[in-house]
């Protein structure tokens, strides 16, 4: 690493930081950085500050947000009866990105492991039980990961809701669109298996 100068080697280094991001690449982007004009170089170090100032959590549905509602829980237009339970924030992003769901989210950061040691006061499930008392849900979807975490989160949020007056249901998982049932793993396929469909 003595060929860059230090202040070249700590950028490389912070770089190599990043996920997905090995040490070539990160030599890459530091030298595009170094070509940058002056000001896209300010505004780029800027927004990286700004988002570690300004991002926290909705205090609703605890997705990322810059203000203390999210846009999402925000919007008159969103059907407030219905919540959609996610792990993360990327994952409630995937559902937007697909307009797949007009209702309003509840994020618990994070899915049951008790391998790792996250239990159910790791994550927003008291907030999400306490949701449904305090507003009118009507319908709740469990939208976790289909892997064996997901899964148990999902059974337990079950367990906890069916007492309640909702109707809950699990997001389908299944062969992928285009997919080929030659390529398709057992669990999979019999998880297509039992969510099949009858055709009209
Ligand atoms: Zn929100």
Do not use: W
Not at 93 to 102: L, P, Q, R, S, Y
Not at 165 to 181: C, H, M, N, Q, Y
Request: net charge negative.
């Amino acid at each position: 690493m003595g060929y860059y100068p230090a202040s070249l080697t700590g950028l490389i280094e912070n770089l190599s930081k990043l996920p997905g991001i090995g040490f070539k690449t990160a030599e890459r982007l530091a030298m595009h950085i170094l070509k940058m004009p002056y000001n896209e170089a300010s505004y780029f170090s800027d927004s990286i500050m700004e988002v570690k100032k300004k991002v926290g959590f909705c205090s609703e549905c605890f997705s990322l947000s810059d203000n203390e509602i999210c846009s999402i829980c925000a919007d008159p237009l969103r059907h407030d009866s219905t919540l959609c339970i996610t792990e993360q924030p990327a994952d409630m992003i995937v559902i937007e990105k697909a307009g797949a769901f007009k209702g309003l989210y509840h994020i618990l950061g994070g899915a049951l492991s008790p391998i790792d040691g996250i239990t159910p006061s790791d994550i927003k499930i008291k907030e999400l039980v306490d949701r449904i008392n305090k507003n009118k849900i009507t319908e709740v979807i469990i939208a976790t990961n289909t892997n064996a975490e997901g899964e148990s989160t999902a059974d337990y949020i079950a367990n906890i809701l069916k007492s309640k007056d909702v109707k809950l249901s699990r997001i389908a998982s299944g062969i992928p669109v285009g997919g080929e049932l030659k390529y398709i793993d057992q669990i999979t396929l019999k998880k297509a298996m039992d969510a099949r469909y009858a055709i009209e």
